[in-house]
């Protein structure tokens, strides 16, 4: 069931101990979204600590608030002994329990769950569910500030722009709207740096990020006929050039950047023959049903899954289907 901004008030209202959440392999998105929540219990006074399943990306970790963020070992540490006194666990920018990794242990220990998220295919997995597809996570958040009567600082504005720049890849993905702009001016006027963002995510990068990108660009195939743009990356390569899955980061982004394009797909190996497929589209192509298709989620214009099996197997499999979608009928890739 998919409630709204009133139920998630009256579940803030009336608990005092809170966990927030987002989900593994964490964007911009989910870590403005966390920030920007837990900023908002904070100023309710209630006592809130922020999870994350591992470390906050590099790119990210300008935030002010950031360094705050306890990984899931950390917390178990920290927290054993006290974890069944948290009363709500809330989940932002998360699909379904899956995608929290080993954080979706912790679900049991509490009475409560909050889910405020913005996929189209969320699994309504909480007590309370606010899922809105039309905006971000971190807007959503905005709207709770809002609509509880709460004041925002350059801090939190940061972390909410923060959310909105990552998620609509610098506004590259979505149409700037009225309400939009509003938003923004009201972030930009509490101090909030759209220059400083826009720097740190798309412009500061690893050494080691741009060799693991230079090493997905010298594959990149593109199939002019299709607009069909794609590339892949092994164990090997992350072994070789001392790069974490952090640093793929943008990657698969790239395929678009070629005249004509209007689908990238990036196959990456996280474990042996395990590959985490992402896809991204333009224009008037749509990836979520090809995502569906192999078991996985997003959006219309960003998704991803998860398959098995040797690359030599799966990406002629992949890559096929894709192709039957965008010619309607099965074609030969050059």
Not at 201 to 226: Q, T
Not at 241 to 266: F, K, W
Request: hydrophobic share 40%.
């Amino acid at each position: 069931m998919n409630n709204g901004v009133t139920q998630v008030i009256e579940a803030i209202r009336s608990h005092g101990r809170f966990v927030v959440v987002s989900h593994q392999n964490i964007d911009g998105d989910g870590i403005g979204a966390l920030l920007a929540f837990h900023s908002l219990l904070r100023s309710l006074g209630k006592h809130a600590v922020m999870v994350n399943h591992g470390n906050v990306p590099y790119f990210c970790e300008f935030l002010p608030e950031a360094k705050r963020i306890l990984s899931y070992d950390d917390f178990q540490k920290i927290y054993s002994e006290q974890s069944h006194s948290f009363e709500v666990l809330v989940v932002v920018d998360c699909s379904n329990l899956s995608r929290l990794g080993r954080m979706s242990e912790m679900v049991g220990n509490f009475s409560l769950v909050i889910n405020v998220d913005h996929h189209p295919d969320n699994s309504f997995f909480g007590h309370v569910n606010w899922v809105v597809p039309e905006a971000s996570s971190t807007v959503l958040v905005y709207t709770l500030f809002k609509e509880m009567g709460l004041s925002l600082d350059r801090t939190i504005a940061s972390s909410i722009l923060n959310g909105i720049i990552s998620d609509t890849g610098g506004f590259s993905f979505v149409e700037i709207d009225v309400r939009m702009l509003a938003i923004l001016e009201d972030l930009i006027s509490q101090g909030a740096s759209v220059s400083e963002i826009m720097r740190h995510n798309f412009r500061f990068r690893r050494l080691e990020a741009l060799k693991l990108l230079g090493r997905a660009l010298e594959r990149l195939v593109y199939n002019g006929d299709s607009g069909l743009s794609y590339t892949y990356l092994v164990r090997e390569d992350f072994e070789e050039l001392h790069a974490r899955e952090e640093d793929t980061e943008g990657i698969v982004d790239y395929g678009l950047y070629v005249p004509g394009s209007g689908m990238s797909i990036l196959f990456r190996e996280t474990d042996p023959q395990v590959f985490k497929v992402s896809l991204r589209a333009q224009g008037e192509h749509e990836v979520l049903s090809i995502a569906h298709h192999f078991g996985g989620g997003g959006h219309l214009k960003a998704a991803g899954f998860k398959i098995t099996g040797p690359l030599e197997n799966i990406m002629p499999k992949v890559l096929e289907f894709v192709q039957s979608i965008l010619y309607g009928a099965k074609t030969t890739l050059r």
